[in-house]
């Protein structure tokens, strides 16, 4: 993974010296709340409901284990001993004393972490496939050019001020596993007839009040061109977003109302006004220092089978089922990539505490090449491991309470922290989550591959334009309601899901999911059709049929 160097380092620092004096001075009343806003979202400081929210930067999801050991440390000295990893790859801790957030900082940047561009109209952290470097699915390992992007975007004089938050993903492999269709940019690594590796180029994704599928500008660019295309399309949307009203300020709005073909066609004419001393030349041996850094690594030469793993699945019924469901096959013989569910009952998606990480941590330093990887779905991934040692990874994990064996599956869902947390939800997004999930549970291996996702307001933090069934919470008159969507999904088949009906109560929610979920089972083809495929083939009105049923 990527490193600091001294340039790296010495900016972290005097960022976080430069905000403990803002504190000081939010604190003692030299500042008011109106002034210290714009300061504190620089540094990923959110006021919510209860209190302030420190959101921390996970570049492109991936974490050293002495860096989740230092998350842990921060949730158990300065929070409630947990934190809550969000569909941007980063963390969140809901419940850090202003007065402590600099020293937080500080602490973060002895590891290498800040939480600078995580809040704010700035380019956010730059996500990605979460098994890149991997699976034999990619073309090319995603992650350098998240970092090259990464430092790009940084601090960027042009980009600091955008009329609105602006989210990049990268991917690499043709299975879109980083939702690139529902970013501003999307960016879809692949090779043009000559061979040669660059970058399909995606614009206008975005989920919130209006969601958007991205629109190709470019079906094809170059490595060497990649920054500044993603200039012209920058400098573009900085002149003609709307900065009058934030509901139209983002990237999609633009690319609507001017037209994709106007849209591209100003992006093109951008890009060729550039002069070469403008150009972001990206010297070879730059990109190769960077790329250095996501070497594989030092794998040993294994037979593709296990013993041992083939003799663990044949002892231990639970250890077989989470096998089935949270392993994906590794590009090099002999290891898999483990997807770590942070989905377990009754517990709020996306939580992990203060022990659960340092057992990550231990994992992933032991098992994993010290890699750890964060998902876009909000769970863990350890990619690297040998197939003889999964059983006592396995082991360790559920002793955890992080055995659940549902990644992919109905109860594997995705939910913002909502009306618990949120000064800006309508309704409650984790206890209906949780109920969905205990009454779902039963039925996730008959289920198969099955998304719900969930948010408690418009702005979509939950995703749930882009579930195959998604929930959106709603206030009527100070009663919670929930507004279902069937057909969305965020993979290359990107698509926004339809809005079934009237809003159901709070009560309804759980029962109604229930009877579409039987449903399905009723309805598909074979035991293998996926309720997507289900839903596509026979439309939404049987699934509608069951929704609103009275039982």
Known sequence: ??????????????????????????????????????????????????????????????????????LADVGEKY????????????????????KDIPTVLEELASVEMHAIQTSGNCIRNVTTDQFAGATAEEIEDSRPWCEIIRQWSTFHPEFAHLPRKFKIAVTAAEHDR??????????????NAAGEVGFEVIVGGGLGRTPHIGTTIKDWVAKDDILDWLEAIMRVYNLHGRRDNKYKARIKILVSELTPEEFTRQVDAEFEAQRDEEKVRL?????????????????????????AFEEAKANDEGFKVWAETNLTAHKQPGYAAVTISLKPL????????????????????????????????????????????????????????LGASNVDLASDLICCPGLDYCNLANARSIPVAME???????????????????????????????????????????????????????????????????????????????????????????????????FERLGAEPFKEALYAVD
Request: charged share 25%.
């Open 1 to 70: 993974m990527y490193r600091y160097d001294e340039f790296d380092e010495q900016m972290v620092r005097d960022r976080v010296a430069q905000f403990r004096g803002q504190v000081d001075r939010r604190l003692s009343g030299e500042l008011d709340e109106d002034h210290f806003k714009p300061l504190r979202l620089q540094n990923g400081v959110y006021l919510q409901l209860h209190a302030y929210m420190l959101r921390i930067a996970i570049p492109y999801g991936q974490l050293s284990s002495k860096q989740m050991r230092t």
């Open 283 to 307: 010297p070879q041996e730059e990109v190769d220092r960077i790329s250095a850094y996501f070497a594989a690594p030092a794998f040993e030469t294994l037979p593709a089978e296990s013993a």
């Open 178 to 191: 980083a939702a690139i269709r529902v970013h501003d940019i999307g960016l879809h690594m692949k090779r």
């Open 79 to 98: 929070d409630k001993g947990y934190g809550h990893f969000t569909t941007r790859q980063n963390i969140q801790f809901n419940w850090i004393a202003l």
């Open 436 to 534: 969905i999930q205990n009454m779902i549970s039963k039925y996730d291996h008959d289920l198969g591959k099955f998304h719900i996702n969930i948010s408690g307001c418009i702005n979509a933090c939950g995703h749930h334009h882009v579930g195959h069934i998604g929930i959106l919470g709603v206030d009527k008159k100070g009663e919670e309601f929930y507004q279902v969507t069937f057909g969305g999904r965020a993979d290359e088949k990107a698509r926004i899901g339809d809005i079934q009906g009237p809003g159901l109560r709070y009560e309804e929610v759980t029962p109604a999911l229930e009877r579409v979920a039987k449903r399905y089972l009723a309805e598909r083809n074979s035991a293998d059709e996926p309720f997507i495929t289900t």
């Open 346 to 401: 009754n517990v709020a998606p996306g939580d992990a505490t203060s022990k659960q990480m340092r057992v990550v941590a231990d994992l992933g330093k032991a098992f994993s090449f010290d890699d750890i990887r964060i998902t876009h779905i909000q769970n863990i991934v350890l990619p690297h491991v040998k197939l003889d040692e999964l059983y006592n990874v396995y082991l360790a994990l559920d002793d955890a309470g």
